[in-house]
């Protein structure tokens, strides 16, 4: 019995993360009404060691098509997207806001965000983004949040993607979260609505944006203290 559990033992194989890393990116262009970005990015992720942020999400998609038909919204602006991935968002405002944030708590994730910055900051449609860079942070983190406030003393008018303490720095009102928020069960549709108002603040779906993307229905939610 004791040599067939250390054979056991023998057949064990330990996997560490870089054995389901996929960095073969491909430039993929991807339309939004008139705005046109082009970015490396995966068709497929592996969901061990989160890797998931390789790819373009569905949320991603409804939140650059709501923007791209509201840039009024970003023209000017301080923002800071959270759980970037790899900058589908951040970097469609960087061509109207003064400012971009893109965030993710994954290493492999950050170097294809990166990429991605590199590839867009030098063109003249961000020539009026002073700030266009990526950052570490792992939602929740309080550290790594006040580290980025350190940089940003002002706070954002805008956070795309928790948020209460991003939301405070600006104060009551000055400061709104937009969700692209994509039902995938049921039970979490009204936990979103609850844990908002949980927390004291206030959320709303904005008019005329739900829509079906891919097989999932989604909305944008607008939230501020």
């Known amino acids: 019995m004791a040599g067939d559990r250390q054979e056991d033992e023998e057949d064990v194989v330990c996997l560490d993360e870089s ?11 991807f339309t939004f009404g008139s705005q046109v970005l082009e970015l490396y990015c995966l068709q497929s992720a592996s969901t061990d060691f989160d ?40 970097i469609l405002c960087g061509r109207f806001c003064r400012e971009v944030v893109l965030t993710d708590h994954n290493d492999e994730v950050l ?3 990166q990429k991605n910055i590199e590839l867009h ?5 961000y020539s009026n983004c002073t700030g266009f ?10 550290d790594q949040i006040e580290q980025i406030l350190g940089s940003h003393s002002g706070g954002f008018d805008l956070i795309l993607g928790t948020v209460k303490l991003l939301l405070q720095k600006r104060g009551k009102g000055r400061c709104k979260f937009i969700l ?3 039902s995938r069960a049921k039970m979490m549709d ?4 609850n844990e908002a108002t949980g927390h004291g603040m206030k959320i709303a779906e904005v ?19």
């Open 190 to 193: 009204s936990m979103v609505i």
């Open 180 to 182: 692209a928020y994509v």
């Open 121 to 125: 900051s030098s063109s003249e449609s």
């Open 51 to 90: 890797l998931t942020g390789q790819l373009v999400w569905p949320g991603a998609m409804l939140l650059n098509e709501f923007l791209s038909k509201n840039v009024d919204l970003l023209r000017g602006c301080s923002v800071i997207e959270l759980g970037s991935g790899v900058g589908i968002t951040g």
């Open 133 to 142: 860079v990526a950052e570490k942070l792992e939602w929740g983190n309080v």
């Open 207 to 225: 008019p005329g944006t739900r829509s079906v993307v891919g097989n999932l229905e989604g909305t944008i939610y607008e939230v501020i203290l």
């Open 111 to 113: 170097k294809i965000l």
């Open 19 to 29: 054995f389901f890393i996929n960095d073969n990116y491909q430039l993929t262009k």
